[in-house]
């Protein structure tokens, strides 16, 4: 990672699975904010994922290309794979922030618990970033239950970006 000792780095952590526009939209808001993000893709230990983490990976780092190249201004993007505690990576890379994407006042509750922990135990601030009301009631669950129980993935295109519906098309048509 090519920074310096005094860049502001974040980590933008989660299982992204899938990636979606309002995933997107809360990298691209924080771009303004920090030096470097780094999006980590990791296992919730706790959900049953649809997509690998390595195709999870693929997916968001070609919509983040694409981002970048729509607008070079702000923090570069880095994508990657983590295995283990969030908090211990976000220790390796230098991270000076946990950064969060709040769609709605049920996410604040969530996230505020698990931002005072992370304080209490890491000694890591996290930082909250509202996506557009657009993305409200997004959900990368609600996605997953759609594609699994044979929904029309069409209905998704608003709010998953291209790369991943082609896939979420794909995979649908396989099973």
Known sequence: MATSDTAHIALYAGSF???????????????????????????????????????RCSLMRREVESLLQRDAKGAQV???????????????????????????????????QLAIANRQVADIESVFVITDERFGF?????IRQIVELGGDVEKLTGIVPPSVLDHLRSSQSIA
Not at 82 to 100: H, K, N, Q
Not at 138 to 142: D, H, M, R, V
Request: with cysteine; net charge negative.
């Open 78 to 112: 880095q994508v990657e794979v983590y295995e283990g505690l969030t908090v211990d990576f976000a220790r390796s890379i230098g991270a000076a922030a946990l950064l969060r994407g709040i769609r709605n006042v049920t996410d604040l509750a969530a996230e505020c």
């Open 17 to 55: 699975d899938p990636p979606t526009l309002g995933h997107l939209d809360v990298i691209n808001r924080a771009r303004r904010l920090f030096d470097h993000i780094v999006v980590g893709i990791g296992d919730n230990p706790d959900k049953r994922h649809m997509l690998d983490s390595e195709a």
């Open 138 to 142: 997004t959900s990368s669950s609600l």
